[in-house]
T-cell receptor, first 117, second 112 residues
Framework: GAVVSQHPSWVICKSGTSVKIECRSL??????MFWYRQFPKQSLMLMAT?????????EQGVEKDKFLINHASLTLSTLTVTSAHPEDSSFYIC?????????????FGSGTRLTVV | GQQLNQSPQSMFIQEGEDVSMNCTSS?????WLWYKQDPGEGPVLLIA?????ELTSNGRLTAQFGITRKDSFLNISASIPSDVGIYFC????????????FGTGTLLAVQP
């Protein structure tokens, strides 16, 4: 089935530095990638939607300049957390719709645990 | 805005017991999805429901799409320890963008 590979699985960074998270669709083309954030014991909250070849759209309350999204190709989308602070520590998950899937084909990455110290 | 409320918030059961959880919405959905999330992992799709009143099974899991289109339930029969995890309902919104909104989640713990 469709696979979205997300890296890194976890990262610890110093406050003020930037962190890049990558999501690759391995066996299908992802024209769209959804980026979610999940705080401990909470649900997944959609942050933004990236589209190949165009600007990402952000959900209300999500800072565009802080969470930079790039969808450079049909198989790669990246999320960069710029000038990270401890409150950005969270679990970040990407998801891509697999248009060829028989069922409702949203494939999720395995997530990135970001800890900012 | 739209919200998907799940109940119960958490469940602690013995292996072999049946489990039922539900999801309600303040607005209508045309598709209901049920996901399971293991610790430190992304969600995995369990069951997708496309039609009001639809009852669908996947092994020991059964889910139903409420006829009002504002609710859905998930049943797990004869629970086993590997059923432990967080169960989320989800529904697409936003028209053509097909964004997903997730429910508040139900944490399931199964004691062997």
């Amino acid at each position: 089935g469709a696979v979205v590979s997300q890296h890194p699985s976890w990262v610890i960074c110093k406050s003020g530095t930037s962190v890049k998270i990558e999501c690759r669709s391995l066996d299908f083309q992802a024209t769209t990638m959804f980026w979610y954030r999940q705080f401990p014991k909470q649900s997944l909250m959609l942050m933004a939607t990236s589209n190949e070849g165009s600007k990402a759209t952000y959900e209300q309350g999500v800072e565009k300049d802080k969470f930079l999204i790039n969808h450079a190709s049909l198989t790669l989308s990246t999320l960069t957390v710029t000038s990270a602070h401890p409150e950005d520590s969270s679990f970040y998950i990407c998801s891509a719709p697999d248009r060829g899937a028989r069922n409702y084909g949203y494939t999720f990455g395995s997530g990135t645990r970001l800890t900012v110290v | 805005g739209q919200q998907l409320n799940q109940s119960p918030q958490s469940m602690f059961i013995q292996e072999g017991e049946d489990v039922s959880m539900n999801c309600t919405s303040s607005s209508i959905f045309n598709t209901w999805l049920w996901y399971k999330q293991d610790p430190g992992e992304g969600p995995v799709l369990l069951i997708a429901l496309y039609k009001a009143g639809e009852l669908t099974s996947n092994g020991r899991l059964t889910a139903q799409f409420g006829i009002t289109r504002k609710d859905s339930f998930l049943n797990i029969s004869a629970s086993i320890p590997s059923d432990v995890g967080i169960y989320f309902c989800a529904g697409p919104y936003g028209g053509a963008t097909n964004k997903l909104i997730f429910g508040t989640g139900t944490l399931l713990a199964v004691q062997p």
